[in-house]
Structure formats: C-alpha cells, structure tokens
C-alpha cells in the first residue's frame, strides 16, 4: 500500500505517514487503533518490535471477559515530591538531622501497608521514594501505590501498552567571574572578566505513560512522573558537595532505570498471564474501598508533615541559638582580646 492510499484511508496527510516511517513522529492512540483494525493486527504487533510477523496476532481485548473498569484517583505524584516525601529540608539545603529517623518510621509504615495487600509482585520505583509498583494475580490487577493506598488500579486484560521516557542528565554553560593579569614590558595589569564554564545538571525526570482502556470503547493514559532531584544531598558547607550530589543522582538513576526495566518486564508477564488464563470470574475493583484507603493515607501523610513542620521549627530555633552563642562567643573573646591589649600596651608604659 503506497503512503498515499494510507493516507487516504486514515484521513492523514501523506506527510504524516512519511514522518511515522521515518520515526520523526509516532501515530496518536486514535491512529494507531485505525491502523490496528485496517490491517488485522493488535497494539502490541505495531508497538513492540519483537514480536515475529508471521506470529497471530494477539486479541487488543479478549472476548471472554466481561470488561472491568479500572480505578484511577485525581492524586498524582509530583516531581517535586521526593524532597517532602521523606522529610527532608529542602529549602535550607541542608540535611535535617532527624531526616533518616523520619524517613525509616513513614517507610515502615509504607511498607506494612503494601504487605497487608498481599501483592504477587511489588517494587519501588526509586529506593528513597515511597511510590510502589504492584501486580496482583490473585485480582488480576496492576497498579501503582503511595500515600497508604493504591492510587491506580487497572486490569491486565485492559492493559495496551507502556511507554518509558527520561530528558537525560543535561549540559549546559553559565557564566564565571575570573581574575586575570597580564605581565609584561609595559607594565603589570590585573582584571576582572566573565569566562564560560560548562556545568553539568545530572537531575533526570522519568515519566511513565499506561495506555489502557478506561471503558469498552475508550482509552486513556495513566502519567507517573519521577524526578531523581534531591535538593537536600546539596551541601553548601561542604567542600566536596557537588561530587557526592552528582554520585548520588548517577545511583538514583540507574536504580531508577532497573525498576522502570521490572516493570515492563512484569506488565508483559501480566498480559501474557492474562492471554494464558481460563478464567473469567476474576473479582471487580471497588472504587469505594479505594478512596477510603487513599483517605487514611492522606490523613497519616499529613500527621508525617506536621511532624516535619515541627521539627523544621526546631530546627530554626537550634541554628539560631547556636548563632548566637557562636556572635556572643567572639564577641567576648574579642573583649578579652582587646583587655589584654590595653593591659600589655600600659604595662610597657
């Protein structure tokens, strides 16, 4: 078939399917559902490039099952959120002491929550962030779970496809004050100028997109994003505190990287589980029972909020009052110095 017969019949310009060919762009759901049906195949034929040509290709929705709705909460999780979410300070660019002792007590919170579920397989996105991947085969089920409950809860046999991004680690050139001199016969001169200097910012934002099927008819999209930012890990006191932010953003990434590899892994297990299965009894998701989680979830983050606010104040207060014993000490001491100035300059006298 010639692009433009394509075209044509999926009423696109000639352009668009000589971009989709060349991977300039990728089709929208809307395309790619006319595309599937135009030539017989299914959604995982067109996106996954593994799938041999000469297999069947695999139902988009098997017609045993009586469809199921999946549960989607109006939470999502922020970008900004690992800083907050295990109780570190960021604004003041510094660890709390407290930070880990805060962080192990709403981790074992989380934790017991997520094993109470009884989950067949489960996982956290990144290790210092309370966001956990779960499958379920007893439910049949996969979903995502934060904030004492799961926030999405959807279906293997409504499950498309799953696509991974990230915008990289980036580069980029800023500018530096530097001194300079010149010697020479005519003379010594020294200056002040502005030198480029590359800088590099290794903070990498993850997203994740489910594309499902919200009704019989209709798909949506699921977004998660994660960021590896960690505004806390910056050290301003510290001579060597670029070195370990940047050691720590390299680890969060590539642990990052490994658990967005499990989770494609466990969502095609998922639906090939799904393909396999006889049954189809499999149990409905209730939304009520969800919401009520997610409501004790975010009352026990607000509780771990307050207790952050609080000690952020005690915080306040500790640096104060070691500020002023510090200005107060060299005060004295500077008195003291000065005494024995006047008391050795008279005595000479």
């Known amino acids: 078939m010639s692009q433009e017969e394509l075209a044509d019949k999926l009423g696109v ?18 395309k790619l559902k006319a595309i599937a049906e135009l030539f017989g195949v299914s959604f995982d034929y067109l996106l996954n490039d593994s799938i041999d040509a000469e297999q069947p290709s695999a139902p988009i929705q098997p017609p045993k099952l009586k469809f199921r709705k999946p549960f989607r909460s109006k939470n999502s999780v922020s970008p900004a959120k690992p800083d907050s979410d295990n109780g570190y300070v960021s604004f003041s660019y510094g660890r709390n ?10 981790s074992a919170e989380f934790d017991k929550a997520v094993d109470e579920r009884g989950y067949t397989t489960h996982f956290r996105l990144q290790p210092d962030l309370l966001v956990e991947f779960f499958s379920d085969q007893k439910r049949a089920v996969i979903g995502f779970f934060w904030d004492g409950a799961e926030q999405f809860v959807c279906p293997y046999e409504n499950i ?17 004050t530097v001194v300079g001199g010149i010697f020479g016969a005519g003379g010594v001169g020294i200056g002040v100028g502005q030198a480029p200097v590359t800088r590099i910012n290794p903070s990498v934002l993850y997203k994740l997109e489910i594309v499902y099927y919200a009704d019989e008819n209709k798909t949506a999209t699921y977004t998660v994003n994660l960021s590896c930012s960690r505004e806390y890990a910056i050290q301003n006191a510290r001579r060597n505190a670029e070195t370990e932010y940047h050691a720590l953003m390299d680890a969060l990434s590539t642990a990052t990287g490994s658990s967005l590899n499990k989770l494609s892994l466990a969502i095609t297990t998922a639906k090939n589980f799904m393909r396999q299965s006889k049954k189809t009894n499999w149990p409905e998701i209730d939304p009520a029972v969800c919401y009520k989680e997610i409501a004790e979830g975010d009352r026990a983050a607000r509780e771990r ?13 500790h640096n104060q009052l ?8 060299l005060v004295v001491l500077a008195a003291v110095a000065v005494g024995l100035f006047i008391w050795m300059f008279a005595a000479s006298h």
């Open 322 to 329: 070691v500020k002023f014993f510090t200005i107060g000490s």
């Open 160 to 176: 498309i496809a799953l696509n991974i991004g990230n915008n990289g680690p980036s580069s980029f050139v800023s500018p530096q």
């Open 97 to 106: 002491r407290r930070s880990a002792e805060l962080f192990e007590a709403a």
């Open 13 to 30: 310009s000639r352009q668009s399917i000589y971009k989709w060919e060349s991977g300039i762009n990728d089709p929208e759901l809307d």
């Open 305 to 317: 909020s307050t207790e952050i606010l609080t000690i952020q104040k005690e915080e306040a207060k």
